[in-house]
Structures are given as C-alpha cells and as structure tokens.
C-alpha cells in the first residue's frame, strides 16, 4: 500500500458534479431508484437549474441543467463515479426492476465485486461491494494486462 510522509489536506470527496438535459429523470433515477435524499435546489430566474442529493452522510451528488450534453464526445467531464453498496444483488435488482439495464456483476482483479449501468445522461454509474480481500482495502497492485 502506498503511503505518504505528509498528512492529506483532504478529508473526503464532498461531492461530484452531473451535467444533464433531463433533471426530471436524473432525480428519478437517483431519488426514487437508488433513494438518495435531495437536499435542496439550484434556482436561476424562478427556475430549477439543478440539485443536491444526499448519498451518505456528508457524500452528495450535484447536478446542474445543461441543454446540450453529447453522449461519449468528451463533453462529460465526469468519466465516471463508483457507489459503494452493502448487498450489490439487492441494488441490481432494483435497476432492473426500474427499467435500467445493469450490467452482470462480475469479480475483476481488484477482488471487489462490481457491475456498471448507464445514468439517464448516458454517464457509467458503477457499484461496488468490498470483499475481505479487496485492494481497496489490501493495497495489493492490480494487473491490468
């Protein structure tokens, strides 16, 4: 495990930003699917612009309306965020039931178990469960040959 002789200046990731065209599905798909709590509302001239969801305790999710969002072009400039979960079948099941299209879960070589669905925006949404033997956890490097 890699370690450094200077403490962090960060205490934790506070929050990720979303891009979307759709704020009312955006919320859907992670108020009422995953059951994040929204917290509050971003307004511009009387209007909502965007939100703040409660992941965990001080962990959010904030998301910001913007007209134009092109699928895998580079113009999310968020590749990707990764959601902890404590029964990853459960949580599947859940999107599946909602219409998504999870991905299986699978085993990859960081000995974490995982699967992928796309958010509304088209943006990968990945979930994962810890094992005992996780490298998040262990700090063994991980092969990606």
Not at 15 to 23: A, F, G, I, P, Q
Not at 134 to 140: A, L
Request: proline share 3%; hydrophobic share 40%; aromatic share 14%.
């Amino acid at each position: 495990m890699s370690t450094s002789s200077s403490p962090s200046l960060v205490k934790r990731l506070a929050h990720v930003c979303l891009r979307t065209s759709d704020l009312a599905a955006t919320r859907q798909f992670y108020c009422d699917v995953l059951g994040f709590t929204h917290v509050f509302d971003f307004f511009r001239k009387g209007e909502v612009v965007g939100f703040y969801f409660q992941v965990a305790e001080a962990q959010f999710i904030e998301v910001f309306y913007e007209d134009k969002i092109e699928a895998d072009n580079g113009s999310h400039v968020l590749f990707h965020f990764c959601l902890e979960c404590e029964d990853l079948k459960a949580t599947r099941q859940k999107l599946l039931d909602a219409g998504y299209a999870p991905g299986e879960i699978i085993m990859p070589k960081d000995n974490t178990y995982q699967f992928w669905v796309k958010d509304p925006n088209g943006m990968g949404v990945e979930f994962q469960e810890y094992t005992k033997d996780s490298c998040q956890f262990t700090g063994q490097a991980v092969s990606m040959d």
